[in-house]
């Protein structure tokens, strides 16, 4: 099974914020890492897959970029909305596995 | 926009089976993977399995020995049915639908929780 290991597990920061989300993968998974979005009592919300690529609707102060097998998800501007828990999940193989989780709180 | 709607029993007790149902609005299953993932309480989420068009089947060897995950595309709907609960299969189970070459989860159920207590 190929494990993500994401961090920091949560992380306090100011509306304007740059925050920077890190999960990295036990094997080789290419571009197949995605990012989730969740708020207390919803279901996750799909950021960005395939590594870069936006859902539609998302918007574009999140951005998702890879270094070999480090997977980073960047929000530019926090704003008090993306107080949340992220997740970041990887499609290459099945298990689908998920990391962790991040939670995002503003100062 | 498609609507996936979870539906089942909400409270087993330990040893029973643990059944639901997605419901899946305005869509056709062909060209997508449907998938469940559940999140115990206060922790993250875990893939369970999920099913294609074709009825073939990917499982999380985790559950694999409990597990069927079932397509009726007459009734637009997909099943999920985990055998021989116990207090560690509590959660909220979720469905939701998977892209073709990224499998990535692009629409979700709003979730259901489901707990075994004796």
């Known amino acids: 099974d190929v494990q993500m290991t994401q961090s920091p597990s949560s992380l306090s920061a100011s509306v304007g914020d740059r925050v920077t989300i890190t999960c990295r993968a036990s094997h080789r998974i290419d571009n197949f890492l995605n990012w989730y979005q969740q708020k207390p009592g919803k279901a996750p919300r799909l950021l960005i897959y395939?590594?870069?690529t936006l859902q539609s609707g998302v918007p574009l102060r999140f951005s998702g970029s890879d270094s070999g097998t480090d997977f980073t998800l960047t929000i530019t501007n926090l704003q008090p909305e993306d107080a949340a828990t992220y997740y970041c999940?990887?499609?290459?193989?099945?298990?689908?596995?998920f990391g962790q989780g991040t939670k995002v709180e503003l100062k | 926009q498609v609507q996936l709607q979870e539906r089942g029993a909400g409270l087993l007790k330990p040893s029973e089976a643990l059944s639901l149902t997605c419901a899946v609005s305005s869509e056709s299953f062909s060209g997508y993977f449907w998938t469940w993932i559940r999140q115990p309480p206060g922790k993250g989420l875990e893939w369970i399995g999920e099913i294609e068009h074709r009825g073939n089947t990917n499982y999380n060897p985790s559950l694999r020995d409990r597990l069927t995950i079932s397509l009726d595309t007459s009734r637009s709907l997909f099943s999920l049915n985990l055998n021989s609960v116990t207090a560690a299969d509590t959660g909220v189970y979720y469905c939701?639908?998977?892209?073709?070459?990224?499998?990535?989860?692009?629409?979700w159920g709003q979730g259901i929780l489901v707990t075994v207590s004796s």
């Open positions: 395939a590594t870069s």
């Open positions: 999940q990887q499609s290459y193989t099945t298990p689908r596995s």
């Open positions: 939701a639908r998977e892209g073709w070459l990224q499998l990535e989860a692009d629409s």
